[in-house]
């Protein structure tokens, strides 16, 4: 090869400069291979140019056709290189740049040659190819044809020579980009199908949202998601664009189906072609005999497959190697969203077990707990005689527990519809100040035996919000008998209500406050905190979450506001204000 060019050569110099600029200047990577097609056709001064890169996929990777200038013969369109000879081949072999004098003459004598009928057909004469590196690797070839016998020399190998290196380079930079398109399309993908995932958590539902979005996103005409159960696949659920049925509940052995056995085994997603007919159900024949193209996608959870999706295209347009990104994004996205609608029907179904076991327990307990408390009223008044002077104390307690038990009952059946949804609520305009008033000459009896001190602050005007009176006095009932529960020595209670800049109820107290750690558990059902100095205290550890569950379902909020484990706390009840 030349180490420079002739002065016959500074005008291809200068150009060969311009046109290299424009070649970089793009990031579109079609529009990058057309322009080097362009170039190495105007440098050369030749008639046809064309940049060779790998076909994904075909399974040898031979060289087809990407970007071409100044080509007439049609049959550019089908061309695949030969991998072992050829102009091209031998300049990817020889990593150098390669040259022949009348191509023609060759093809026409070797009726193997593949780019025979494009030779032929042009015609083409003298032909140069010179391998095209990205970072060192070879990745593809340019070629340049004359239509005429003229041959390329040494300084047209220089040329070309400079060409490629920035081609590569061009390439590197359009090869980069697209990439990173690619990634952002396959994000932004995943991004709107976990959006749309996320609208449920029904299991069924979830399953038609994954497979509509999959056959979307993969251009499919049809999608199944079967279970893997042992050794068998189960449909669970399909989506066919032309309506065709298939059979939820089917079940075939993973063995006979040679496309599902690679991709369990594998966990990788794979490609095919037609299914095996004669291997299904008589009635899908109708619904799988014209599918031509099949895509099969494991979902695996904690390295196990638990479902696949397989999706189908009844057009002569194939899967290819390079969908199989966004297959993976999709079948990712799936068995998260079909873990979790699994997960929470399994929570709702242990909730609803539950819920029903405490409203069955408080139901059997309020009958012999009424019959208990009624004697031990009768025995109170002299219905059943005058009780012995020494039975006072003990019929105290009797009533006592009782009442107590009652109210641990109540809490129950309460929690109980609060889950079954079955708690009507009445809103109305409520006058805020007297409904606080209300609930503190209610807790007045208690906190004097304790010694409490109860103060509360009312603004002048009244305070009108919309609540339900009976649910609301329950939850002002649980915040004051909380803190008087829960006070260290001598209760001291404070009760605000304010009108601006919203309707809330402050209730503070002086007593053994909150850990930091736990400022939200306490609003969960059953949950009292873990402390030996309040484990006297009676209660189910409801109050707060039933208070919590009626306070939303009136709009309103109850919140923590501030505490510290043995300065108190404060809880605040924020209301809608009434317009009536």
Do not use: C
């Not at 019929?395 to 038990?405: C, F, G, M, P």
């Amino acid at each position: 090869m030349g180490k420079g060019l002739t002065g016959a050569r500074s005008e291809a110099l200068a150009a060969f400069h311009e046109i290299s600029a424009r070649m970089v200047a793009s990031l579109d990577l079609d529009e990058t291979l057309t322009a080097i097609a362009r170039a190495a056709t105007n440098v050369l001064e030749a008639d046809v140019g064309a940049i060779f890169l790998p076909d994904e996929d075909d399974p040898d990777r031979r060289l087809l056709p990407r970007g071409l200038f100044g080509a007439r013969s049609p049959a550019w369109n089908d061309l695949h290189l030969n991998s072992d000879h050829g102009l091209n081949s031998q300049a990817m072999a020889g990593g150098r740049v390669a040259r022949i004098d009348d191509y023609l003459s060759f093809a026409e004598s070797d009726p193997t040659l593949n780019s025979r009928s494009v030779v032929i057909g042009e015609p083409i004469h003298s032909a140069m190819a010179v391998p095209v590196l990205r970072r060192t690797t070879p990745i593809g070839t340019i070629g340049v044809y004359r239509r005429a016998v003229a041959p390329f020399d040494e300084e047209d190998e220089y040329l070309l020579a400079l060409l490629s290196q920035q081609a590569g380079i061009a390439l590197d930079n359009a090869f980069a980009y697209a990439e990173l398109e690619a990634t952002r399309d396959r994000l932004a993908t995943a991004i709107e199908i976990a959006a749309d995932l996320s609208q449920s958590l029904d299991p069924n539902e979830v399953i038609r949202r994954v497979l509509v979005r999959a056959v979307e996103a993969g251009r499919a005409h049809r999608g199944v998601l079967l279970r893997v159960d042992d050794a068998d696949t189960v449909v669970e659920d399909f989506h066919d664009v032309s309506g065709a049925q298939d059979l939820i509940g089917y079940r075939h052995p993973i063995a006979s189906q040679p496309l599902m056995l690679e991709a369990v085994s594998s966990r990788k997603p794979s490609i095919g072609g037609r299914y095996d007919v004669t291997k299904v159900d008589a009635t899908l024949i109708s619904s799988l005999g014209d599918v031509r193209h099949t895509a099969t996608i494991p979902l695996v959870l904690d390295g196990e497959v638990t479902a696949v999706m397989v999706l189908s295209r009844r057009d002569d347009s194939p899967f290819k190697p390079s969908d199989l990104a966004m297959f993976q994004v999709i079948g990712n996205q799936a068995v998260l969203a079909l873990r979790n609608a699994r997960l929470f029907a399994q929570a709702q179904a242990v909730t609803r077990a539950q819920s029903d076991f405490l409203n069955m327990a408080a139901h059997e307990l309020r009958t012999p707990l009424s019959v208990i408390a009624g004697y031990v009223s009768m025995m109170e008044d002299g219905t059943l005689g005058n009780p012995p002077n020494d039975w006072k104390v003990p019929l105290e307690t009797l009533r006592s527990k009782s009442a107590e038990l009652d109210s641990l009952i109540s809490e129950l059946l309460i929690a109980s519809r609060l889950e079954a949804g079955t708690i009507p609520f009445q809103g109305s305009s409520v006058e805020l100040r007297e409904a606080v008033f209300a609930a503190i000459e209610r807790l007045e009896p208690r906190a004097a035996l304790l010694g409490a001190r109860l103060t509360h602050n009312f603004p002048e005007q009244p305070v009108k919000v919309l609540a339900d009176p009976e649910q609301l006095g329950r939850i002002l009932d649980n915040l004051l008998n909380n803190a008087l529960s829960y006070s260290l020595g001598t209760a001291r209670i404070t009760v605000t209500v304010q009108d601006l800049p919203e309707p809330r109820v402050e209730i503070r107290d002086r007593g053994r406050g909150v850990p930091p750690d736990q400022r939200q558990k306490i609003f969960e059902r059953f949950y009292r905190i873990d402390d030996p100095a309040v484990r006297h205290v009676p209660g189910t550890g409801l109050g707060l979450y039933i208070s919590r569950q009626l306070a939303t379902r009136m709009g309103a909020t109850l919140t923590l506001e501030r505490s510290a484990p043995g300065k108190g706390s404060t809880f605040a009840l924020r209301l809608l204000p009434s317009t009536g």
